[in-house]
């Protein structure tokens, strides 16, 4: 569709007429291409604002042309980010205009400039609820994707799996419904892969997205903007990760060391026990029979002490040491003959 532009020295109300006759020609709201056109009207304008809020208005023209008004309007607000504006209108006009399908997409973006988790997840319910009224229109099942996996970045906790699935089946389908010619489906496609940790492929995303926008466009400059701050994100959350998993091993391997520890105290305790009553019974024993029991005491505890060091790894040469020196003194102990003790 071809969209007349203004021409030099043209008078406000040929202006407003000739807007007023490109509004006429866009296809109804039902119709898929309707985004598009309107998208197309509000580029051929260089300030449309202050003609397309007299359209608004004027209840003298067909509801059908003042709600593409609405749209196109709406749609400047937004890029602006004029969040405050662009919910007054919402609300001025909800009323009149509340059963239009493409309503529940205004009140997603009210929602979602509240910035609250609570108005993330209205945004993603009144998203869902146009996709459901329009399953066809790209542009209605990206934002759905966007502000939900917008919702799934704000949680503290890991991303539910089925939830990204379900993510990058809407955008997949954004991106498949355009033939891949809409650049930013592609940066939400890449948020999806970070949230899944694929960091690499996210980053290609971004990439692609970078090199599909339009630099005629007015968007271009803040759309580029956008993809850095996405780039951006994405090494931040590689970084997490990463500190994450470190983090990770450092609790294991401090839970590891508790353990032997706790360990290494009960062995100490058992050999300290088990000394404490081969004295006693060696301190009631014949001088031969004591000397043979400390002989075997003393030798058990070189042996347990050397078998535990291999926990700590410990030289084998130094293991292997200690377990001869006990065990010879615990054949002393059990083998000399008394005539070698008297």
């Known amino acids: 569709m071809r969209i007349p532009r203004p021409r030099p020295g043209e008078t406000a109300a040929a202006d407003r007429a000739r807007l007023i006759s490109a509004l006429t020609s866009v296809p109804p709201p039902a119709d898929v291409a309707f985004p598009q056109v309107i998208r197309e009207v509000v580029e051929a304008h260089p300030d449309p604002e202050r003609v397309l809020r007299t359209i608004v208005d004027d209840r003298g023209l067909r509801s059908r042309v003042r709600f593409a ?122 948020r999806v ?55 990770g091993r450092f609790r294991t391997e401090l839970t590891e060391f508790k353990a032997q520890q706790l ?22 024993s014949k001088g031969t029979d004591a000397i043979r029991l400390m002989l075997v005491a003393s030798g058990a505890t070189g042996i347990v002490f050397g078998t535990f060091s291999l926990v700590n790894n410990s030289s084998i040469r130094r293991v292997a040491a200690a377990i001869l020196l006990g065990g010879a003194l615990v054949g002393a102990g059990m083998f000399v003959p008394s005539s070698w003790m008297s």
């Open 69 to 190: 008004a609405l749209y196109a309007l709406l749609l400047r607000l937004r890029r602006e980010e004029r969040h405050a504006e662009y919910g007054g209108i919402v609300r001025d006009y909800e009323g009149e205009f509340g059963i239009e399908p493409y309503f529940h997409t205004f009140r997603a973006i009210v929602a979602r400039t509240r910035g609250d988790l609570a108005s993330l997840r209205s945004s993603v319910e009144y998203s869902r609820q146009a996709v459901d009224a329009m399953p066809d229109v790209p542009g209605v099942v990206h934002q759905l994707a966007a502000f939900w996996v917008e919702y799934l970045e704000r949680l503290e906790e890991t991303a539910p799996v089925n939830d990204l699935d379900q993510i990058e089946r809407q955008v997949d389908r954004a991106i498949t419904l355009t033939q891949g010619r809409v650049a930013h489906y592609y940066e939400t496609k890449g």
């Open 193 to 247: 892969l970070a949230l899944r940790g694929e960091f690499e492929a996210a980053r290609a995303a971004v990439g692609q997205a970078v090199e599909l926008e339009q630099r005629t466009s007015r968007d271009y400059l803040r759309r580029l903007t956008q993809y850095q701050a996405t780039r951006v994100r994405v090494d931040l959350m590689q970084e997490r990760s990463r500190w994450a998993r470190a983090h």
């Open 263 to 284: 360990q290494l105290l009960g062995l100490l305790a058992a050999v300290v026990a088990f000394i404490a009553t081969a004295s006693n019974i060696a301190s009631q």
